[in-house]
């Protein structure tokens, strides 16, 4: 058994839809989060970029001792994963293997499509992976930038004009395409689950990473033996690149508790 908390990062707060799922998962874990909201989104940079982000937030996390280390980020996940495997002796799990995975066995007629930042679909880590599942599968991918600023902006609720406006502009071609599974290939994306489930309708199933990941993680902790042994629930610390303020804000709406108290800010430029 092992008491070291979990370190669990992304761009922004969209990683905090994996760290839900953890915590539903394994309540008595520690989980450790960072948010770099100084710096989100991290999809329209230059890999040189986002590797040398990725490197400073797992050295940050590494600072509590983690027995393992998630990115909640399919951008990170798709561009620096292997760079980040070889540097650091901990495991390190991505969200890009378990949604391939999970949409390998949900399609019937091998029509995936997947949605995600610039940055994870230029580097096609996800039709890799899928075509490694199965070569049969048919991958049909849509940037789409202007999701993340909208949720971090807390602009993600159906009704809103402006993200369903936008939403239908990016899938229109992948509906006429006729998909029967979407993945959702950036953890922000969960936060638009209803508005992107009533455009695409109830015959196009939709693959969270984020929870495929936690699902993935949960299985490998536990065969691993690494799994604490102790009662009740985990401590949860959050930290973020950015003030506070926004991120607290929708954070507790997301989680369903107020996490303000439980927020700090540090300088993710000095690891």
């Not at 008491?3 to 874990?29: K, N």
């Not at 007629?109 to 940055?119: H, M």
Request: glycine share 10%; hydrophobic share 40%.
């Amino acid at each position: 058994m092992d008491r070291r908390p979990i370190g669990v990062f992304d761009s922004g707060l969209g990683g905090l839809t994996a760290l839900r799922e953890l915590a539903r998962m394994m309540p008595e874990e520690d989980l450790v989060y960072f948010g770099d909201t100084g710096r989100v989104p991290y999809g329209g940079r230059s890999t040189d970029t986002i590797i040398r982000y990725a490197q400073q937030d797992v050295a940050f996390l590494n600072t509590f001792q983690p027995k393992a280390i998630v990115i909640a980020c399919g951008t990170v996940s798709s561009t620096a994963l292997e760079t980040l495997r070889r540097e650091w002796a901990i495991p390190i799990f991505g969200v890009v293997e378990p949604a391939a995975r999970a949409a390998a066995q949900c399609t019937q007629n091998k029509k995936v499509g997947l949605i995600g930042t610039q940055a994870s679909i230029r580097s096609g880590a996800y039709e890799r992976a899928l075509s490694a599942l199965d070569p049969k599968v048919e991958v049909l991918t849509q940037a789409c930038p202007l999701f993340v600023p909208l949720v971090e902006n807390g602009r993600y609720k159906v009704g809103d004009i402006v993200v369903e406006t936008v939403a239908a502009e990016y899938l229109q071609p992948m509906k006429e395409q006729g998909i029967d599974t979407l993945m959702l290939g950036c953890t922000h994306y969960p936060l638009l689950r209803e508005v992107i489930a009533r455009y695409m309708g109830e015959d196009v199933s939709l693959v969270d990473v984020g929870g495929q990941c936690a699902r993935w993680v949960t299985d490998q902790l536990t065969a691993r033996g690494l799994r604490t042994d102790k009662q009740g629930r985990g401590a949860r610390r959050y930290f973020v690149s950015d003030s506070p303020e926004g991120f607290c804000r929708l954070a507790s709406v997301f989680l369903g508790e107020d996490v303000a108290d439980r927020v700090e800010q540090i300088d993710i430029t000095v690891y």
